[in-house]
């Protein structure tokens, strides 16, 4: 898969929202594992299937609902805001967790903190989870989520080194619904299309 910067711009003007979306965020091509760790096809797909495995096992998310996103997935960054910035070594990698369980586990754990402590981030929180999902670098500045999420995760980003090869810091993001997925992927990409459209003009 062509993963030129040249080529993301002419799909993002090109093709619609839910086409771009399937091509570059939901389908199985991966630029972290076929261009970082220049790994052949097949290979790139079993890795993912390890990584998805891996948190499968120490999270019990479900197999299918664990996705690569970010740079990471297909070179660069796909934020209207940082101009297509290419994955670097000071990257992180972003997966998004699927998870209706998990994502109101960890809303109850910030729900109940706010009733005795000032909640850092309260209006991204907030804001997030009316948009059905919840950011880890957020949560993790609470004690009551960090203390949950901490215990469901244990040796969980030691394992994804060892047997994913991925060094880079991991970030993840909980969704309350496959539908909260697509909905904000789906406004980021309509806003950055509006800005390669406008900058072509």
Same mark, same amino acid.
């Given at each position: 898969?062509?993963?030129? /910067?040249?080529?993301?711009?002419?799909? /993002?003007?090109?093709?619609?929202?839910?086409?771009?979306?399937?091509?570059?965020?939901?389908?199985?091509?991966?630029?972290?594992?076929?261009?970082?760790?220049?790994?052949?096809?097949?290979?790139?797909?079993?890795?993912?299937?390890?990584?998805?495995? /891996?948190?499968?096992?120490?999270?019990?998310?479900?197999?299918?609902?664990?996705?690569?996103?970010?740079?990471?997935?297909?070179?660069?960054?796909?934020?209207?805001?940082?101009?297509?910035?290419?994955?670097?070594?000071?990257?992180?990698?972003?997966?998004?967790?699927?998870?209706?369980?998990?994502?109101?586990?960890?809303?109850?754990?910030? +729900?109940?903190?706010?009733?005795?402590?000032?909640?850092?981030?309260?209006?991204?929180?907030?804001?997030?989870?009316?948009?059905?999902?919840?950011?880890?670098?957020?949560?993790?500045?609470?004690?009551?989520?960090?203390?949950?999420?901490?215990?469901?995760?244990?040796?969980?980003?030691?394992?994804?080194?060892?047997?994913?090869?991925?060094?880079?810091?991991?970030?993840?993001?909980?969704? +309350?619904?496959?539908?909260?997925?697509?909905?904000?992927?789906?406004?980021?990409?309509?806003?950055?299309?509006?800005?390669?459209?406008?900058?072509?003009?």
């Amino acid at each position: 898969m062509d993963y030129s /910067i040249k080529t993301i711009k002419t799909d /993002i003007v090109n093709l619609s929202e839910k086409d771009f979306m399937m091509k570059y965020l939901l389908k199985s091509s991966n630029w972290y594992f076929s261009e970082y760790q220049s790994l052949e096809i097949q290979q790139a797909i079993e890795q993912m299937e390890g990584l998805k495995s /891996i948190l499968n096992t120490k999270i019990g998310v479900a197999f299918h609902n664990v996705l690569m996103v970010g740079s990471g997935k297909v070179g660069c960054s796909l934020s209207p805001f940082k101009n297509f910035k290419p994955f670097d070594e000071k990257s992180d990698i972003d997966i998004a967790i699927i998870s209706l369980k998990l994502f109101y586990e960890i809303w109850e754990k910030i +729900r109940l903190a706010s009733l005795n402590e000032y909640i850092p981030y309260y209006n991204d929180i907030t804001s997030s989870v009316f948009r059905g999902f919840i950011n880890e670098k957020h949560f993790t500045n609470i004690d009551l989520a960090r203390q949950h999420w901490g215990n469901a995760t244990e040796g969980l980003n030691r394992c994804i080194s060892e047997e994913i090869k991925i060094y880079h810091p991991i970030n993840y993001r909980i969704y +309350r619904s496959w539908e909260d997925l697509e909905e904000y992927h789906l406004k980021g990409i309509n806003l950055l299309k509006k800005q390669v459209y406008g900058n072509n003009l």
